[in-house]
C-alpha cells in the first residue's frame, strides 16, 4: 500500500510499504476514507516530537471502513464504517476506567503516528479496536465527522469543559487556528455572553468571525488586555483559552482572566512560561492543562447527527489521498492558502455489484 512516510526532521515522502496485518487478537485492519493533517504533524516535521522515529507514517484522524477483524474484537464487523480518532483505549487500565484514555497505560493514548504507524494511510493496523473506534452512522457523510476525530472533542475537553464556560461568560480565545476555531465552536453550545478572539493573523480572525466570535483583537496592532478590560467593565474575561502553545500567549491569558476567573491551556508548549504568581496567588485565578481524553467524542457526534453542530465549515481544500504531499505543502503554508483543513480523500471503495460482474467477465 501507500502511506506518507515520516524519514527524520525536514523529511517526508508518499512511500510504498508493507500492508498492515492482524498483530494482536485486539487488533482490527481499516481501509482509510478519509484522512486529514493536523499541525501536530508538522511539529513532528520539525523534530519537535523526537519519539516519533524515522520510518514511521504520519496521521492520527481518519474515517476508514474495516476489512478485517482480530479473533478478539467483538462488537465490530467487516464493513462497519468508522472513525478512528487520535486517542487509543485499551479500556481497561485505570485511567480508561476513568474515561481519561489519553491517559491510558495499557498501551494506548495518543499512539497513531506517533508511537506507532498512522493513518496518513490506504490501510492502517488499529489496536483495541472494540473500544477506540466510533461507528458512523450511514446517514453522516466523512466530512461531517472527520473532525471529531482531534480538533472537536480537543477544544471541547481541553478549552471548553476545563475553562468551565457557562451561559453569559466572556470567553477569550487566543489563537484562532483549527483548534481556537473549534473551542469557538463548541463554547456556543453553552451561550456565552460575548466570544472574544485574538490572534495576529487578521485572516485567522476573519475566519472567526465566521465560527462565531463576536469581537476580534489582533494582538499585533492592539493592546488585548486594554480591550478584554473595556469590554468587561476592568475585570477581565471569565474564561481564557491558550490555544497556541508559546509562553507569551499562556502569559497574556494570565493577564485577560477577571479574578476568580479561568485559564485553559490546550496549546502545546516547547518551552517553559512564567507563571507570575506574585501577582496571581491573590486571584483566585485556576488554571488547567490537559491531553484530549476523546470522552465526549459519543456526545459531539450526536449533536452532529441531530444537526447541533456541523463542523464542515473546517474542510477548506481537498485532495485524493495520493496527493498527500501536496496536501501538506498547502497546510503548511496556511498563512498564504487560508488552509484550515485539508481532507484526504481515497478513491471510492470498488461497489460489491460492479466487483460481481468483473467477476463474471472473468468467469466468462
Ligand atoms: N492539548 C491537546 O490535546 C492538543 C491537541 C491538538 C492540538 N493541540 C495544540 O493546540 C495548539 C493550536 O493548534 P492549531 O492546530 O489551532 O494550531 P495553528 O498553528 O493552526 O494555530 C495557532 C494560531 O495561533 C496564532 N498565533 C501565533 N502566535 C500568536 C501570538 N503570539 N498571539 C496570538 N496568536 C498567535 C496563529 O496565527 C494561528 O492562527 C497547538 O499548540 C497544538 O499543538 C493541543
Ligand atoms: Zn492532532
Ligand atoms: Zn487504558
Known amino acids: ?23 494482536e487478537p485486539t487488533d482490527a485492519i481499516v481501509r482509510i476514507d478519509s484522512s486529514t493533517i493536523c499541525g501536530t504533524d508538522l511539529h513532528i516535521l520539525k523534530g519537535d516530537v523526537p519519539e516519533v522515529k524515522p520510518g514511521t507514517i504520519l496521521g492520527h484522524e481518519a474515517v476508514g471502513t474495516i476489512t478485517e477483524i ?14 478512528v480518532s487520535c486517542i487509543t483505549s485499551c479500556g481497561r487500565c485505570r485511567f480508561c476506567k476513568e ?27 488499529v489496536p483495541f479496536a472494540d473500544t477506540s473506534v466510533y461507528k458512523v452512522p450511514d446517514e453522516l457523510s466523512d466530512e461531517q465527522v472527520l473532525f471529531l476525530a482531534d480538533i472537536l ?10 475553562g468551565g464556560v457557562e451561559p453569559g461568560d466572556t470567553v477569550a480565545v487566543v489563537g484562532a487556528g483549527p483548534i481556537g476555531l473549534a473551542t469557538i465552536m463548541t463554547s456556543k453550545l453553552y451561550t456565552p455572553g460575548r466570544i472574544v478572539a485574538i490572534d495576529l493573523a487578521d485572516s485567522r480572525l476573519e475566519q472567526a468571525r465566521e465560527f462565531g466570535a463576536d469581537v476580534t483583537i489582533n494582538n499585533g496592532r492592539e493592546d488585548p488586555v486594554a ?40 496549546g502545546v508548549h516547547g518551552h517553559p512560561a512564567t507563571l507570575h504568581l506574585e501577582t496571581l496567588w491573590i486571584r483566585d485565578v485556576t488554571m488547567t492543562t490537559g491531553l484530549v481524553d476523546t470522552f465526549t467524542t459519543p456526545r459531539l ?8 453542530l456541523d463542523a464542515t465549515a473546517f474542510a477548506t481544500h481537498r ?33 460489491a455489484v460492479v466487483a460481481d460482474d468483473a467477476l463474471v467477465a472473468v468467469g466468462a
Open 301 to 308: 457526534l450526536k449533536l452532529i447527527a441531530e444537526s447541533r
Open 153 to 162: 472533542p480537543t477544544a471541547y475537553e481541553v478549552g471548553v469543559l476545563n
Open 1 to 23: 500500500m501507500k502511506a506518507l512516510v515520516y524519514h527524520g526532521p525536514g523529511q517526508r515522502s508518499w512511500d510504498e510499504v508493507p500492508d498492515p496485518t492482524i498483530q
Open 319 to 351: 485532495f485524493p489521498l495520493g496527493e498527500t504531499m501536496s496536501a501538506y505543502d498547502t497546510f503548511a503554508a496556511a498563512a498564504e492558502t487560508h488552509a484550515l483543513k485539508v481532507v484526504l480523500e481515497a478513491e471510492p471503495a470498488v461497489p
Open 70 to 83: 482480530g479473533s478478539g474484537v467483538t462488537t465490530l464487523e467487516i464493513g462497519d464504517r468508522v472513525l
Open 99 to 125: 474515561h481519561r484514555y489519553g491517559l491510558c497505560t495499557g498501551g494506548g493514548g495518543w499512539i497513531f503516528g506517533h508511537l506507532i504507524d498512522g493513518l496518513q494511510a490506504e490501510y492502517a493496523r
Open 227 to 266: 480591550l478584554v478590560m473595556e469590554l468587561t467593565g476592568g475585570l477581565g474575561a471569565d474564561v481564557a483559552v491558550e490555544a497556541v502553545g508559546l509562553p507569551e500567549t499562556f502569559e497574556l491569558c494570565t493577564e485577560l482572566v477577571r479574578p476568580g476567573g479561568r485559564v485553559a491551556n490546550v
